[in-house]
T-cell receptor, first 115, second 113 residues
Protein backbone atom coordinates (compact mmCIF):
# COMPACT_ATOMS: atom_id res chain seq x y z
CA UNK A 1 0.00 0.00 0.00
CA UNK A 2 1.11 3.51 -0.66
CA UNK A 3 1.10 6.39 1.77
CA UNK A 4 1.84 10.07 1.31
CA UNK A 5 2.52 12.37 4.24
CA UNK A 6 2.48 16.14 4.15
CA UNK A 7 3.45 17.09 7.66
CA UNK A 8 2.84 20.82 7.21
CA UNK A 9 -0.89 21.40 7.40
CA UNK A 10 -0.63 25.17 7.03
CA UNK A 11 2.11 27.60 6.08
CA UNK A 12 1.91 31.37 6.07
CA UNK A 13 4.48 33.55 4.32
CA UNK A 14 4.78 37.12 3.21
CA UNK A 15 4.86 37.86 -0.50
CA UNK A 16 8.27 37.43 -2.15
CA UNK A 17 9.44 34.93 0.43
CA UNK A 18 10.55 31.49 -0.74
CA UNK A 19 8.61 28.56 0.66
CA UNK A 20 9.13 24.79 0.58
CA UNK A 21 6.32 22.29 0.92
CA UNK A 22 7.39 18.88 2.18
CA UNK A 23 6.18 15.52 0.94
CA UNK A 24 7.25 12.09 2.17
CA UNK A 25 5.98 8.94 0.51
CA UNK A 26 5.97 5.25 1.34
CA UNK A 27 5.84 2.49 -1.22
CA UNK A 28 7.07 -1.05 -1.72
CA UNK A 29 7.12 -0.66 -5.47
CA UNK A 30 10.28 0.01 -7.41
CA UNK A 31 8.40 1.82 -10.14
CA UNK A 32 6.06 4.59 -9.15
CA UNK A 33 5.03 8.13 -9.98
CA UNK A 34 4.85 11.23 -7.83
CA UNK A 35 2.68 14.27 -8.40
CA UNK A 36 1.89 17.71 -7.12
CA UNK A 37 -1.52 19.32 -7.53
CA UNK A 38 -2.73 22.79 -6.59
CA UNK A 39 -6.27 23.39 -5.30
CA UNK A 40 -7.16 27.10 -5.30
CA UNK A 41 -10.25 28.38 -3.47
CA UNK A 42 -12.36 27.61 -6.54
CA UNK A 43 -11.88 23.92 -5.71
CA UNK A 44 -10.56 22.59 -9.02
CA UNK A 45 -7.40 20.54 -8.65
CA UNK A 46 -4.71 21.73 -11.06
CA UNK A 47 -1.93 19.40 -12.18
CA UNK A 48 1.58 20.78 -11.59
CA UNK A 49 4.05 17.95 -12.13
CA UNK A 50 4.48 14.20 -12.57
CA UNK A 51 7.80 12.43 -11.94
CA UNK A 52 8.67 8.79 -12.29
CA UNK A 53 10.79 6.94 -9.79
CA UNK A 54 13.69 6.49 -12.18
CA UNK A 55 14.16 10.18 -12.79
CA UNK A 56 15.72 11.86 -9.79
CA UNK A 57 16.71 15.02 -11.58
CA UNK A 58 15.36 18.13 -9.98
CA UNK A 59 12.99 20.15 -12.08
CA UNK A 60 12.41 23.86 -12.39
CA UNK A 61 9.45 25.54 -14.01
CA UNK A 62 9.46 29.28 -13.60
CA UNK A 63 9.17 30.05 -9.88
CA UNK A 64 8.42 26.40 -9.10
CA UNK A 65 11.03 23.74 -8.42
CA UNK A 66 10.89 20.18 -7.20
CA UNK A 67 13.48 18.16 -5.32
CA UNK A 68 13.14 14.37 -5.55
CA UNK A 69 15.29 12.40 -3.12
CA UNK A 70 14.82 8.64 -3.24
CA UNK A 71 17.19 8.16 -0.30
CA UNK A 72 14.79 10.01 1.99
CA UNK A 73 11.58 9.16 0.08
CA UNK A 74 10.84 12.83 -0.33
CA UNK A 75 9.49 14.95 -3.15
CA UNK A 76 9.56 18.54 -1.95
CA UNK A 77 8.15 21.54 -3.75
CA UNK A 78 9.63 25.03 -3.56
CA UNK A 79 7.99 28.26 -4.66
CA UNK A 80 10.47 31.07 -5.14
CA UNK A 81 9.41 34.68 -4.63
CA UNK A 82 5.89 33.70 -3.60
CA UNK A 83 2.90 35.71 -4.77
CA UNK A 84 -0.58 36.15 -3.34
CA UNK A 85 -1.96 34.10 -6.25
CA UNK A 86 0.03 31.12 -4.97
CA UNK A 87 -2.34 30.90 -2.01
CA UNK A 88 -3.98 27.50 -2.26
CA UNK A 89 -3.92 23.99 -0.87
CA UNK A 90 -1.16 21.90 -2.39
CA UNK A 91 -1.37 18.13 -2.58
CA UNK A 92 1.37 15.61 -3.13
CA UNK A 93 0.29 12.25 -4.55
CA UNK A 94 1.73 8.93 -5.62
CA UNK A 95 0.79 6.17 -8.02
CA UNK A 96 2.24 2.73 -8.55
CA UNK A 97 3.21 1.72 -12.04
CA UNK A 98 0.26 0.59 -14.12
CA UNK A 99 -2.22 1.99 -11.60
CA UNK A 100 -3.40 4.39 -14.26
CA UNK A 101 -4.08 7.57 -12.33
CA UNK A 102 -5.47 5.84 -9.25
CA UNK A 103 -3.62 8.27 -7.03
CA UNK A 104 -2.95 8.23 -3.30
CA UNK A 105 -3.00 11.81 -2.04
CA UNK A 106 -1.45 13.34 1.02
CA UNK A 107 -3.50 15.45 3.38
CA UNK A 108 -2.45 18.69 1.72
CA UNK A 109 -0.65 21.84 2.83
CA UNK A 110 -2.56 25.10 2.93
CA UNK A 111 -0.30 27.92 1.79
CA UNK A 112 -1.27 31.47 2.61
CA UNK A 113 0.75 34.21 0.98
CA UNK A 114 0.13 37.61 2.53
CA UNK A 115 0.80 40.87 0.70
CA UNK B 1 -10.91 22.80 -24.16
CA UNK B 2 -14.09 23.18 -22.14
CA UNK B 3 -12.72 21.25 -19.19
CA UNK B 4 -14.41 18.69 -16.96
CA UNK B 5 -17.91 19.74 -16.02
CA UNK B 6 -19.82 18.55 -12.96
CA UNK B 7 -23.44 19.07 -12.05
CA UNK B 8 -24.76 20.12 -9.62
CA UNK B 9 -22.14 22.21 -7.83
CA UNK B 10 -23.94 21.80 -4.51
CA UNK B 11 -26.49 19.31 -3.25
CA UNK B 12 -28.19 19.30 0.12
CA UNK B 13 -30.24 16.24 0.93
CA UNK B 14 -31.84 14.58 3.89
CA UNK B 15 -30.48 11.35 5.27
CA UNK B 16 -31.98 8.37 3.53
CA UNK B 17 -32.60 10.11 0.20
CA UNK B 18 -30.94 9.10 -3.06
CA UNK B 19 -28.77 11.52 -5.00
CA UNK B 20 -27.20 11.43 -8.44
CA UNK B 21 -24.31 13.49 -9.75
CA UNK B 22 -23.23 13.97 -13.32
CA UNK B 23 -19.79 14.42 -14.84
CA UNK B 24 -18.96 15.43 -18.40
CA UNK B 25 -15.29 14.77 -19.13
CA UNK B 26 -13.12 16.46 -21.72
CA UNK B 27 -14.50 15.14 -24.98
CA UNK B 28 -11.61 13.06 -26.30
CA UNK B 29 -10.65 11.61 -22.91
CA UNK B 30 -11.18 7.86 -22.61
CA UNK B 31 -10.61 7.60 -18.90
CA UNK B 32 -12.95 8.99 -16.28
CA UNK B 33 -12.38 8.92 -12.54
CA UNK B 34 -14.38 9.63 -9.41
CA UNK B 35 -12.68 10.79 -6.23
CA UNK B 36 -14.11 11.88 -2.90
CA UNK B 37 -12.66 14.64 -0.73
CA UNK B 38 -13.73 15.29 2.84
CA UNK B 39 -13.01 18.57 4.56
CA UNK B 40 -9.34 19.11 5.27
CA UNK B 41 -8.27 15.90 3.57
CA UNK B 42 -6.80 14.89 0.26
CA UNK B 43 -8.96 13.28 -2.42
CA UNK B 44 -9.55 9.53 -2.21
CA UNK B 45 -9.97 7.36 -5.27
CA UNK B 46 -13.41 5.77 -5.71
CA UNK B 47 -13.63 4.28 -9.19
CA UNK B 48 -12.65 4.72 -12.82
CA UNK B 49 -13.83 3.93 -16.33
CA UNK B 50 -12.02 3.18 -19.53
CA UNK B 51 -14.62 4.20 -22.08
CA UNK B 52 -17.84 2.57 -20.80
CA UNK B 53 -16.12 -0.18 -18.78
CA UNK B 54 -15.75 0.29 -15.04
CA UNK B 55 -12.31 -1.20 -14.42
CA UNK B 56 -11.62 -0.55 -10.77
CA UNK B 57 -13.59 0.17 -7.62
CA UNK B 58 -12.16 1.21 -4.27
CA UNK B 59 -13.20 -0.47 -1.04
CA UNK B 60 -14.55 2.98 -0.13
CA UNK B 61 -17.31 2.44 -2.68
CA UNK B 62 -19.96 0.68 -0.61
CA UNK B 63 -22.91 -1.08 -2.22
CA UNK B 64 -24.96 2.10 -1.78
CA UNK B 65 -22.77 3.73 -4.42
CA UNK B 66 -23.05 3.01 -8.11
CA UNK B 67 -21.37 4.66 -11.06
CA UNK B 68 -22.11 4.37 -14.73
CA UNK B 69 -20.72 5.63 -17.98
CA UNK B 70 -23.25 4.22 -20.43
CA UNK B 71 -21.90 5.46 -23.74
CA UNK B 72 -18.34 6.14 -22.77
CA UNK B 73 -18.99 9.85 -22.55
CA UNK B 74 -20.62 11.37 -19.44
CA UNK B 75 -20.78 9.51 -16.16
CA UNK B 76 -23.20 9.44 -13.23
CA UNK B 77 -22.52 8.63 -9.61
CA UNK B 78 -25.54 7.62 -7.54
CA UNK B 79 -25.65 7.31 -3.78
CA UNK B 80 -28.64 5.47 -2.35
CA UNK B 81 -29.95 5.90 1.20
CA UNK B 82 -27.51 8.70 1.94
CA UNK B 83 -25.86 8.90 5.35
CA UNK B 84 -24.28 11.87 7.08
CA UNK B 85 -20.88 10.30 6.51
CA UNK B 86 -21.42 10.68 2.77
CA UNK B 87 -21.09 14.45 3.11
CA UNK B 88 -18.05 15.37 1.02
CA UNK B 89 -16.88 16.90 -2.22
CA UNK B 90 -17.22 14.44 -5.09
CA UNK B 91 -14.61 15.11 -7.74
CA UNK B 92 -14.63 13.88 -11.29
CA UNK B 93 -11.51 13.79 -13.43
CA UNK B 94 -10.60 12.61 -16.89
CA UNK B 95 -7.44 11.79 -18.76
CA UNK B 96 -6.58 10.99 -22.35
CA UNK B 97 -4.62 7.87 -21.43
CA UNK B 98 -3.53 6.06 -18.28
CA UNK B 99 -0.32 8.06 -18.28
CA UNK B 100 -1.76 11.47 -19.07
CA UNK B 101 -2.33 14.01 -16.32
CA UNK B 102 -5.72 14.08 -14.65
CA UNK B 103 -7.97 17.05 -15.36
CA UNK B 104 -10.35 17.64 -12.49
CA UNK B 105 -13.73 19.29 -12.44
CA UNK B 106 -14.87 21.74 -9.77
CA UNK B 107 -16.64 19.00 -7.87
CA UNK B 108 -20.10 18.46 -6.41
CA UNK B 109 -20.36 19.30 -2.73
CA UNK B 110 -22.84 17.00 -1.00
CA UNK B 111 -24.30 17.85 2.40
CA UNK B 112 -26.44 15.22 4.08
CA UNK B 113 -28.56 16.59 6.91
Amino acid sequence: AQKVTQAQTEISVVEKEDVTLDCVYETRDTTYYLFWYKQPPSGELVFLIRRNSFDEQNEISGRYSWNFQKSTSSFNFTITASQVVDSAVYFCASETNNAGNMLTFGGGTRLMVKP
Amino acid sequence: DTGVSQDPRHKITKRGQNVTFRCDPISEHNRLYWYRQTLGQGPEFLTYFQNEAQLEKSRLLSDRFSAERPKGSFSTLEIQRTEQGDSAMYLCASSLTANSPLHFGNGTRLTVT
